[in-house]
Structures are given as structure tokens and as C-alpha cells.
């Protein structure tokens, strides 16, 4: 869905415009709504391009249909849901943390952080070092480790075993697992970090640069979640990006794959 609309945001502006042009993007699946990102990003880029995202219920007709388009049109709303017979508009509110803040790490477990090598993978691979030194981290990455990277891990206080995987490949994941879960015991927690850009207009954006963003964000999500279905988790955490809210020039597929998320 992603590249599709990304061909056609693509044509529209090929087509040079002269004046605004109306894009509504009518879904059904609450995961679809992730596609805003896009359309937020697409009308940073050109600001002729006004975007909308509108989530209906399954059951709507296409009278009903037709004319909550056309109410829509001159909203100015971003992103919409019709649920219930009620009209919602997506806003950011303040979260007002009432639960008390959970270890990420215990002394005896083991966790996996996948782009641990990386920036935010190493920041949380530090913390739940302080926290568990007793702890096993297995940090996960596409490639081998610099000497800078390795010196970086070899000062964590965590027993701590790094691996070369890529979290797309489904496979190579699930023999991962059943590695860690086998040579170092059940698997407690995962942090899934692993993130990938490439920065460039949406006109010229191609399908293998948007495939290569969504790879780590949204298949590796997915399936970290099938090859750890069956270990005794306390948390599995994903991390999205304020792209995906407000959308970022240049960032129209990794601003769709944080939405997404």
C-alpha cells in the first residue's frame, strides 16, 4: 500500500500542478493509517499537495462514502476516523505517567536489543547494563562491528555477545533465537531499535529505497514478534519517530513506517 501510493503521489507530481490538489486516502484497517506519514511528508515537500487520511468502517456504503468525502474535502483535517457513528480527529494530548517505571533488565536475564550497536540500541544496552550487570545482552546488527563499536561494547559492565543479523531475514532471526534461548536460557526482553534512512524528495524516491526503510521497522518487527512467540517475555519494545506524527521532508517512507509502528 505504501508503494502504491507512493507511485501515485509520484504521477501527481510529475504532473507539475498549478494549483492545490486534494489526495484522500480512504482506508479500512487501522494499520493503514500509518500511510499519513507519507502524505504528511509529500505536503512539507510541496505544500500544493494537501493530504488526508480517512479511516471508515467496513459496513459504510458508497453513498455514505461519497459524501463524507466530500464534507471531508474542505475539513482541513489530516487524518480522520469514523467509528461508531462518530467523527474523530487524530491530536496529540499529554501522557501523564501514572505507573510506576519498570527495570528494563534483572540480574540472570537475557535480552535482546536489536541496532544495539547503534545509537539508540546502545543508549538502552548502557542502561540495562547499570541496572543487571549480571544481566546477558545480545545485541543484533546488518553488519560486523568497527573497533570503535567493539571498544564501546567492551566497557558494559553486562555479559554482553554481539551478532551479525538482519532483523528482515525471518530465518536467520528464528536461528538466532533458538541459539540464544539454548546457550544462554529463556529470552526476557527485546528492544527493537534497528532503523534504517534514506533521505531523499519523495519525486525521486524509488520503490528499493522505501522497500529498505520498511524492512527493519515493519517486517523486522513483525518478525521479532513470530520468533520470540514463544519465549516468557515481560516486554517487547518498538520505537517510532516524530516523522511519523508530523511527517519530514525527505522522509516520506521512514515517516510512513514509524506511523505504521
Known amino acids: 500500500h505504501a508503494q502504491e501510493l507512493r507511485e501515485h503521489l509520484q504521477a501527481v507530481l510529475q504532473a507539475k500542478p498549478s494549483g492545490p490538489v486534494l489526495i484522500q486516502v480512504v482506508v479500512q484497517d487501522k494499520t493503514l493509517a500509518g500511510l499519513s506519514g507519507m502524505l504528511k511528508s509529500a505536503s512539507q515537500e510541496n505544500p500544493k499537495l494537501q493530504g488526508q487520511l480517512i479511516q471508515v468502517p467496513a459496513d459504510i456504503d458508497a453513498q455514505a462514502l461519497t459524501a463524507l468525502l466530500q464534507t471531508e474535502a474542505t475539513s482541513g483535517a489530516a487524518q480522520v476516523r469514523y467509528r461508531n457513528g462518530q467523527r474523530e480527529v487524530r491530536r496529540l494530548q499529554p501522557l501523564q505517567a501514572t505507573a510506576t517505571p519498570m527495570a528494563l533488565a534483572k540480574q540472570g536475564g537475557v535480552y535482546l536489543i536489536t541496532g544495539g550497536a547503534g545509537g539508540l540500541g546502545l543508549i538502552f544496552a548502557r542502561a540495562m547494563a547499570e541496572q543487571a550487570p549480571e544481566a546477558t545482552l545480545i545485541l543484533t546488527g546488518r553488519r560486523e562491528l568497527s573497533a570503535k563499536q567493539q571498544t564501546e561494547l567492551s566497557r558494559l ?100 513506517a514509524n506511523d505504521l509502528l
Open 157 to 256: 559492565k553486562a555479559q554482553v555477545h554481539y551478532r551479525a543479523v538482519d532483523v528482515s531475514d525471518q530465518a536467520a532471526l528464528q536461528r538466532l533465537v533458538a541459539e540464544v534461548a539454548g546457550s544462554h536460557g529463556p529470552i526476557k526482553g527485546v528492544i527493537h531499535s534497528a532503523g534504517v534512512l534514506r533521505d531523499s524528495f519523495l519525486l525521486k524516491k524509488s520503490a528499493q529505497e522505501l522497500q529498505e526503510v520498511f524492512s527493519p521497522k515493519v517486517t523486522g518487527l513483525v518478525n521479532l514478534d513470530r520468533a520470540t512467540q514463544d519465549q516468557p517475555l515481560d516486554y517487547l519494545i518498538a520505537f517510532s519517530s516524530t516523522a511519523g506524527e508530523f511527517g519530514n521532508i525527505g522522509q516520506a517512507d521512514y515517516a510512513a
